[in-house]
């Protein structure tokens, strides 16, 4: 299943060497070959435009863990005029699986925090691949406290498989890390917008999830596990897990159908990792909207709408 998504990107990448070849050729004869390498270039766009507006939620799944796909540090650096960095959570040390710290977007001041995965082996063991200890909560639960001190509006970054589930973060309270930042922001007295970059799975994810405004790319995905844990689980067979990742509704279109986000923010074609300014431009559109939206409402107001919100999630049958 792995090796059927790689096989259509080594298709576009081979074409597009194929291209690439041609020009190099048409450069060195004395003959044009300017419109037949223009309608190619436009049919391999079009073919690769129809198969990413139909990935299966396993392929989505796979591209959400593209190895090239943007961090979380990038859209913080990208969408920040400036941002300072802040570390630790004042107990027991720093965690890198999560970047956090003070931003200014468009003049506004805000809070940011992002789960981080790492760019290499080396990196993506010095962030624990995005999977975050106790430590990380317990940073998150600091920087929202005094993001509502100083009345800085809060904007979540969420990509990670989920929270590092090893024997110490257990003895070191994980869960009861988690549902502490969770309370803290069910009741965050400022505005509070989270923003799925990637791969969301688990309390992992849902920690930083809880929100006044929740916006997806159109190629992440956000579960409660990974589809291989609940093949297995539910299952006991990982050959099923495409079939597995269709029933969870972990893509973008059927949260939105589910009232679990609110928007779709659209990447380009290949994903993020593709064309990123695009991407960055689409996120700042509606990052700037929302924020403009809940930063105009009375803060009692605010607080009813997101219990409100919460309140209604999801879809019920008997």
């Known amino acids: 299943m792995v090796k059927r998504q790689l096989d259509y990107e080594q298709k576009h990448q081979q074409l597009g060497y194929k291209i690439k070849e041609l020009k190099e050729l048409s450069a060195k004869v004395d ?5 037949e390498i223009e309608s ?5 766009l079009k073919i690769k435009k129809e198969k990413y507006q139909n990935l299966n939620a396993w392929e989505k799944v796979l591209l959400s863990r593209h ?30 699986a999560v970047t956090a710290g003070i931003a200014l977007f468009n003049g506004q001041p805000i809070t940011v925090l992002g789960y981080q995965k ?23 639960l600091r920087l929202l406290l005094q993001a509502e001190k100083f009345d800085r509006p809060v904007v979540t970054f969420i990509d990670t498989p989920g929270a590092y589930p090893g024997i110490g973060a257990e003895e ?12 803290i922001l069910s009741a965050l ?23 006044d405004r929740t916006l997806m790319f159109s190629n992440a995905v956000f579960s409660v596990a990974t589809p291989e844990a609940c093949s297995s689980i539910l299952w006991n067979d990982l050959e099923r897990v495409e079939e597995m990742a269709s029933a969870l509704k972990i893509t973008a279109a059927d949260l939105l159908e589910l009232g679990i986000i609110d928007e779709i923010i659209e990447e380009p074609p290949g994903g993020i990792n593709e064309d990123f300014e695009a991407s960055i431009a689409n996120i700042r559109k509606s990052l700037q909207r929302h924020l403009e939206d809940i930063l105009s409402k009375d803060r009692e107001e605010l607080l009813v709408e997101r219990y409100s919100r919460l309140r209604k999630i999801g879809k019920f049958t008997e």
């Open 67 to 96: 190895p090239d796909r943007a961090s979380s540090r990038d859209y913080i650096e990208s969408l920040s005029d400036e941002w300072l960095e802040l570390h630790g959570d004042r107990y027991y040390g720093d965690d890198r």
């Open 189 to 211: 007295k400022v505005p509070v917008v989270a923003i799925v970059t990637g791969e969301g799975g688990s309390g992992g994810a849902l920690a930083l999830a809880v929100a």
């Open 40 to 44: 190619l270039e436009a049919g391999v």
């Open 31 to 35: 003959f044009d070959l300017s419109a």
């Open 118 to 140: 790492g760019e290499d082996t080396q990196d993506n063991i010095a962030h624990n691949f995005g999977m975050p200890h106790p430590e990380v909560y317990r940073k998150i």
């Open 172 to 183: 070191r309270g994980q869960a009861w890390a988690i549902s502490q930042v969770l309370m």
